[in-house]
């Protein structure tokens, strides 16, 4: 709940996004005829006023898989995405016997397609419009839990009143600090399949330690396909299923890319934290990021050492380690991409300028200079909470605790009506909860859990007493971990998905340590709760008053502003590019020939035989791109994306499909907090080399026809 409304309003505002360099900018599809001109002057051949129309392709073709961007690629439901964003699937599909996260997988048929990991979808959008007035209706006047509440009642009231209409998902999430409020309507597809997904060797070569790194020659790429009822609505999987029919779908290019061509990108960022103020931007530079690194870096190589020499439990703990080592990674990267670009000094010059604005005016000091005090004041308290809410969080590391706490919520919220459940807990999210559930059966090793623990809570421990959970502490006083473990239950799916028919009375009952450990944590964590709105409520107050003089700043200087990503649809442009760093030439693309360069065999770099002898015999067909002379693998380029653009289509100024963007280099993604054009880049996988693995080297010929490739 904090997510929805802090977010998007995650902080005052400190610069004009967008206004600095035509490739900056997560624009909202409504935008796009306010920067038609510059678009238009980069390269686009459509037409910018109505390219952000969501009744026109390209935007009914874009899709979302609800932590990663897709599209749909053929009129058959064919999804196109990153291999990493459909790990989850192989490795829930995976047994020693057939690890399709190793070797990969291919459907000869629609029938022998499997269904995606529990709580897969496929999210069509269909809507994005401003709700901010009837967000605020009621709460402009009030403050603390008082205001939380009303904004969350109103919310809850927008996303019923969606969700009246059959299977469509919808939400509201704050922009501008909460000086703006969108509501992002979607149709809701949940018959997930894989279609088909190269064999590591392609999807993920280079691992770890390519990661974030140029030059880059990985494959990242798969398929989904989205299913309907016969009759053409959303149902759960069934063999009597059909393949969803799109609105639209994007046609693949006859031409690739080449250096200097104009590229656009539509999908689903995650978050950034362009807006925050330049104090957050020195803790979280100087406090938070080095803890948490650190933190990471000993979780995944723990992870490694309990798994070493044990297959069925390394495909257990694959989907985790991806994404632990990922983020280590991205910290990293965004620790140096800081020092490098003097982040926390920008801001602060930055903010001194905004400041001095506010000042220059008493007209403008009155009405915004108490706002601001308030602002600074409550990110010192948040500030100072955040180190020990890290640590807090280690006792979240166990699966089974974690699902316990969900389900004792689960059977509370269920005493009241449904519009005033917390989100999370109402029926429309019931299939969610239960798949989260079933999904630990795949990911979940009794001993390898303890050991993971148990190492969490050492971290914890090192919390003083003031700052513990004393309801956790009172519990586990004297209790072993491994006791614990050999008492429950819950790490059997049968058991653990029963716990949704039983009341708050049942729980109370139980022996299961776990359960009687969640029922001990309930109050105090209600308690915390409780806070949390109130303070919660007060920030959006002095937040949105603080948006409201940011924009009124850029537009006094003429500027059009775009506001931080939150998991809604964006829009960003670019050009195919290179770049100098620190006496080398990146050139814009990788080919073929890198891929036998880096081949080993073995660990990361073990790509499939068949493709290290069609490289070598230079067997390419159609696929050469000729100004290079050889088969192009991946390219950079300037369009401005961050976490949850995986998967997201890359289009040429034509609209025609020319890749998918999977990554950023490790000294770039500093742009989560500031874009700066002489180290931003995006890695592209590119089209040609998806279409020559699965021409060549998979024999996917049967999907390369229903895309219409030739």
Not at 21 to 50: R, V
Request: charged letters at 25%.
């Amino acid at each position: 709940m904090k997510k929805f409304l802090l977010a998007g309003a995650s902080a005052l505002t400190v610069f004009t996004p967008g206004a600095l360099m035509a490739e900056e900018g997560m624009w909202l599809p409504s935008q796009t005829g306010a920067i038609a001109e510059e678009m238009k002057n980069a390269g686009l051949e459509l037409d910018a006023k109505t390219l952000g129309d969501l009744n026109r392709p390209p935007l009914t073709a874009i899709a979302s898989l609800g932590g990663c961007s897709a599209a749909f690629l053929s009129p058959e439901g064919l999804v196109a995405t990153n291999h990493h964003c459909v790990a989850g699937s192989l490795q829930y599909n995976s047994s020693p016997e057939n690890d399709y996260l190793t070797n990969g997988f291919l459907a000869k048929t629609l029938a022998d397609e499997l269904p995606a990991a529990p709580g897969s979808r496929v999210y069509v959008i269909e809507d994005l419009r401003d709700v901010t007035a009837a967000m605020m209706k009621g709460a402009a006047k009030l403050e603390g839990r008082a205001r939380y509440d009303r904004l969350q009642a109103n919310r809850t009231a927008l996303i019923e009143a969606c969700e009246r209409q059959a299977n469509r998902r919808c939400d509201v999430r704050a922009y501008f600090g909460g000086a703006q409020y969108w509501l992002q309507q979607q149709l809701e597809i949940k018959d997930v399949r894989l279609a088909y997904a190269p064999a590591a060797g392609v999807g993920n070569f280079g691992g770890e330690k390519d990661n974030w790194m140029w030059p880059r020659h990985t494959g990242d790429f798969a398929f989904y396909r989205a299913y309907v009822a016969p009759d053409g609505s959303s149902a759960p999987f069934s063999k009597d299923n059909v393949p969803f029919k799109p609105k639209a779908f994007l046609p693949i290019a006859k031409t690739g890319v080449k250096e200097g061509d104009f590229i656009m990108v539509a999908g689903f960022p995650g978050t950034t934290e362009r807006l925050r103020t330049a104090e957050e931007a020195r803790f979280y530079y100087e406090e938070l990021y080095p803890y948490q690194q650190r933190m990471l870096t000993e979780y995944g190589d723990l992870i490694d050492a309990l798994t070493e020499g044990n297959q069925a439990a390394k495909i257990a703990y694959a989907a985790t380690l991806q994404g632990v080592e990922n983020y280590e990674k991205k910290i990293a990267g965004q620790l140096a991409g800081a020092d490098a670009i003097s982040l926390v000094e920008k801001k602060q010059a930055e903010e001194a300028a905004f400041r001095a604005w506010i000042k220059a005016d008493p007209a403008r000091e009155a009405k915004y200079g108490a706002a601001l005090a308030e602002l600074d004041r409550m990110i010192a308290e948040n500030n100072a909470e955040a180190l020990a809410d890290a640590r807090r969080a280690m006792i979240g590391r166990s699966q089974l605790l974690g699902a316990a706490s969900r389900l004792y919520r689960w059977a509370n919220e269920q005493a009241k009506p449904d519009g005033t459940r917390e989100p999370g807990y109402q029926a429309r999210d019931k299939a969610f909860l239960v798949q989260s559930l079933q999904r630990i059966e795949r990911r979940y090793v009794p001993e390898i859990e303890q050991a993971i623990w148990a190492d969490a809570l050492e971290e914890y421990r090192q919390l003083g007493a003031d700052d513990r959970n004393k309801s956790f502490d009172a519990y586990m006083e004297g209790r072993e971990i491994a006791a614990l473990y050999a008492a429950t239950e819950l790490g059997d799916t049968a058991t653990r998905l029963a716990w949704l028919d039983k009341s708050p009375a049942d729980f109370k009952a139980s022996d299961d340590p776990f359960i009687q450990l969640a029922v001990a944590m309930y109050d105090e964590g209600l308690a915390n709760e409780a806070e949390e709105k109130a303070r919660s409520g007060d920030l959006q107050k002095a937040r949105s008053k603080i948006m409201e003089a940011r924009l009124a700043y850029a537009a006094s200087q003429g500027k059009t502003m775009y506001p931080d990503a939150n998991g809604s649809l964006r829009f960003t442009y670019g050009k195919v590019t290179g770049k100098a760093v620190d006496g080398q030439v990146w050139t814009p693309f990788t080919t073929a020939e890198g891929i036998v360069a880096k081949h080993t065999g073995r660990g990361e770099f073990d790509a499939p035989d068949k493709m290290i002898e069609l490289i070598k015999a230079k067997d390419y067909g159609r696929y050469v791109a000729p100004e290079l002379g050889t088969l192009p693998v991946d390219y950079l380029s300037t369009v401005d994306i961050t976490n949850g653009n995986s998967g997201s289509s890359t289009l040429n100024a034509r609209g025609e499909f020319v890749g998918l963007a999977f990554d950023g280099t490790i000294e770039g993604v500093v742009s989560d907090w500031m874009y700066d054009p002489k180290i931003n880049r995006t890695i592209h996988v590119d089209s040609r080399f998806m279409l020559w693995t699965m021409d060549k080297v998979d024999g996917a010929q049967r999907l390369l026809k229903e895309m219409g490739v030739e």
